[in-house]
């Protein structure tokens, strides 16, 4: 018998957009079944732990079995092939890591196969070739045996982030799935994003204004946002060390999350600051390198953007003044220059200010 994939709305980014330069790895996905309309998923709480580009994901799922019989469902998790500038290889390549699926402490056997589409015939990974051009869908598929009342599942995978020439990386998680166990709510949904120490990050704004964000840690949920072509709009987060926390109830996940890092050295932005860097009224550190001429008063902003980045609080008024207009800086009293670490990069580009600077 052929196997289906049930239809899902999942959210592609456009690579033409941005031609060939990007490379659009995976995204994941909240389990779905092929057809459900009794067992409802009553809580998701869903954490990412980004490092060194990959994206680690942790799950815990609570789903309700309104019955008084125990039911086996065929239950699938997609992750769409690579794409954008990227080799055939790397396209035939499921990106996704370390798949696990545990019930009852125990690891659940799955299938690998692909599709062409959202709703085509399932296949084997030897059947269908893909390719930067004609890209499809790898799917693991999988039993899960649901007892009456409440079952838990537990669920982890890794996948690389993705990149292309105005976002440094970025990580996409198909929510809409979610709708399609019974009732198309997520009753209780808890999202838990750790981009690291020192972090000035973006995450969509589809939770609706009943959403509860907050840093567990150090940080501050700013009121830098931006749009990405369309209506809707992703907040800029700071976190110094934790990590942001979202709450939401009864969530109809009618959109996908994507969340990730626009520049990996400079926390002044294009999308927020676009026009006070176009005119010269804030000077962007960039990708860390030293072009054309600069004044001595650029020079010295650019040195200490650098610190001000890591939260040093300046005794210069003016200096002060300048960053106190950025929402990601949150100056530490407490903090001094000989605690501050470093990157190999910083210092290297504190270095050749210092030279600029002499001369």
Known sequence: MKTALASIAILFVTVSSFGNDGVYLTRGSVIYPTRE?????????????????????DILFEFNNPESITRTLLVGFQAPSAGGDVSDSLSNLNQIMNFTIIQDDRILPYELKVSECEDCELKDPEDLYFSQFEQGIFV????????????QINHSYSFPASSNVAFNQFYNYILTTGSKWAGGTIKDLTINIDMGVNQYFYISEIFGQAADWSIIGTGRITDDKFNQGDDDSSRMIRTLSGHLQIKVKDFNPTKNIEFGIVSEHSFNIWPIYYEKIRSGEIISIGDMTLSGAYTKKELRLLRNTIYAQHGYAFNSNDLNEYFAQFGWYMPDPNLKMEAIRLTEKESEFLARILVEEKK
Request: glycine share 4%; net charge positive; proline share 3%.
């Open 140 to 151: 693991f598929l999988f039993e899960i045996t649901f007892k009456p009342g409440l079952n």
């Open 37 to 57: 309309t009794k067992v409802s998923l009553d809580k998701e709480v869903l954490s990412f732990t980004v490092r060194d580009k990959v994206a680690h994901v």
